[in-house]
């Protein structure tokens, strides 16, 4: 098991608890407002005309984003949903643990989330190797700085929990 990020001076492991929880929860939040509103978007794309007229392969891309779009917001709600549900069993540190797990996945499922809205309209705007190929720099970019350069910040002995 990963230990904890370390406490703060004078800061007893309880409210080390609290505090990692509240910053998890307060990421999750900015996280989650765009998850919301990107599937609000994926989700209106499929009732308009110019969507009727598309490929296969941008309808089928769609739904892969839909998917991908639900997924990311299913593992970043989930921490809130488990501390209302277990917050009296004082297991804060089990959900904290598990939590970080769900939103480092939901975060994933948002890069790829925002990848695939991007090939979207890139396909739709200008079609071909151009719109892969932006596609393509996108993923580089959300992988880049969300979780390479992480990495590349954080010492070796650390791993996520």
């Not at 999750?28 to 392969?57: M, W």
């Not at 297991?91 to 975060?107: H, P, Q, V």
């Amino acid at each position: 098991m990963a230990e904890l990020p370390p406490a703060e001076p004078g800061e007893t492991p309880s409210a080390r608890l609290a505090r990692n929880f509240s910053e998890l929860l307060q990421e999750l939040r900015v996280a989650q407002a765009g998850v919301q509103i990107l599937f609000a978007f994926l989700l209106a794309i499929v009732f308009t005309d110019v969507y009727a007229e598309q490929s296969a392969y941008v309808r089928g891309l769609h739904l892969v984003t839909v998917l991908c779009a639900a997924a990311s917001s299913t593992l970043l709600i989930a921490p809130a949903v488990w501390h209302r549900i277990l917050f009296r069993h004082r297991r804060r540190e089990e959900i904290l643990r598990y939590a970080n797990r769900c939103a480092l996945a939901g975060s994933a499922f948002l890069a790829a989330t925002m990848t695939g809205t991007v090939l979207i309209v890139a396909e739709v705007a200008v079609g071909g190797w151009f719109a892969k190929l932006i596609g393509a720099a996108t993923a580089v970019v959300f992988v880049g700085l969300w979780f390479v350069v992480p990495r590349l910040l954080r010492p070796d002995d650390e791993l996520p929990a």
